[in-house]
């Protein structure tokens, strides 16, 4: 019995185990969060969407959406998983093999990416379809009709 009174002491571990109106505010709080996140990656995307590919503007600007992505995933992993409440260790457990999983997409990325080009360079059969020219289309608004040439008359047997 003394055990459930201190729990509702607060002596759990988490900061508002029983306090709803303060629960729905760090809910509140935490949606807000995210939400201007993830519009200010928005801004970002569209507004570098009109420069130069390979511009450093625009690689930076990646960047920045990249270091945002992650900032939010791992926000995300904090509150949804439950994990800012807890212990180090366990946040340890569940945050590595995340940060793991996070390289080896872009590891995987990176070496398809690679493959892709060391493809086109060596084997010149092998051409993407983007790089081949479009054929060209007859016009159809004017049909013309084809009329079959006239036989010349045979000369009648006897």
Same mark, same amino acid.
């Given at each position: 019995m003394a055990d459930l009174h201190e729990l509702e002491n607060g002596g759990h571990t988490h900061? *508002?185990?029983f306090d709803s109106k303060a629960v729905r505010k760090e809910i509140w709080k935490v949606t807000i969060y995210l939400t201007i996140l993830t519009i200010v990656e928005l801004i970002l995307g569209f507004v570098m969407m009109g420069w130069e590919e390979e511009s450093f503007k625009r690689h930076f600007v990646k960047g920045i959406?990249?270091?945002?992505?992650?900032?939010?995933?791992?926000?995300?992993?904090?509150?949804?998983?439950?994990?800012? *409440?807890?212990v180090r260790n366990m946040i340890l457990v569940i945050g590595l093999p995340a940060t793991f999983f996070i390289w080896f997409i872009i590891a995987f990325l990176a070496d398809g990416s690679s493959y892709k080009h060391l493809r086109e360079k060596y084997d010149?059969?092998?051409?993407?379809?983007?790089?081949?020219?479009m054929p060209k289309h007859e016009e159809q608004g004017e049909k013309k009709e084809i009329k079959p040439e006239e036989k010349p008359a045979q000369p009648q047997q006897q």
């Open positions: 900061a *508002h185990a959406i990249l270091i945002l992505m992650f900032w939010k995933a791992f926000y995300i992993i904090g509150y949804f998983m439950h994990l800012r *409440h807890e010149p059969y092998k051409t993407e379809l983007y790089q081949l020219p």
